[in-house]
């Protein structure tokens, strides 16, 4: 079962412990994911309240811009950074909402990497990357390397015995 994204909450909702940098924001629904919510060293002065009004303020803009998307993917043009570096998250982020890349198996003991444009990225790396969508849906489409700038047609159906 897919776990629920967490929502507006109360604090007779939710038990909130901090870390280093944050808070962890834990439902008493089972059913609603806990949340690591990084505010900064700051954490450490706040209260229960004070971060519970933060955190669902947070839960209001998402909800606010969620209301307001229209379905549009933006794909960076090809020549151009699809991705850049993030000091503030200290991670790779993607510019744009589609991404070209290639698969290898490059890592250690065979771990896969994905390269982005000319940046070799590791399994962890892209998942970092990966997490600036989290709670959102994400579709693949597998295609031969020399073909990752063009759309490919699409087919939906089961397919037939010793196909991929």
């Known amino acids: 079962m897919r776990i629920k994204k967490p929502r507006h909450a109360s604090l007779d909702e939710v038990k909130i412990s901090r870390e280093d940098d944050g808070a962890v924001i834990e439902f ?3 059913t609603i994911s806990t949340t690591r919510f990084k505010i900064g060293r700051q954490v450490r002065h706040m209260s229960d309240q004070a971060i519970l009004n933060m955190f ?7 909800d606010q811009l969620a209301a307001a998307y229209e379905n549009v993917v933006i794909e960076i043009p090809p020549g ?15 510019r744009g909402d589609l991404l070209r890349c290639f698969i290898e198996d490059g890592g250690p003991d065979g771990e896969v990497t994905v390269y ?7 399994l962890r790396e892209f998942g970092r990357l990966l997490l600036t ?5 994400m579709r693949m489409a597998f295609v031969p390397d020399d073909l990752v700038e063009e759309e490919p047609e699409v087919e939906v159906r089961v397919p037939h015995d010793g196909e991929r």
């Open 28 to 30: 008493a629904d089972p």
């Open 80 to 94: 151009q950074p699809q991705i850049e570096y993030s000091e503030r998250c200290d991670q790779w982020v993607p």
């Open 56 to 62: 669902n303020d947070t839960i209001f803009a998402m």
């Open 133 to 137: 969508h989290a709670g959102w849906g």
């Open 116 to 122: 982005i444009d000319d940046q070799e990225l590791s």
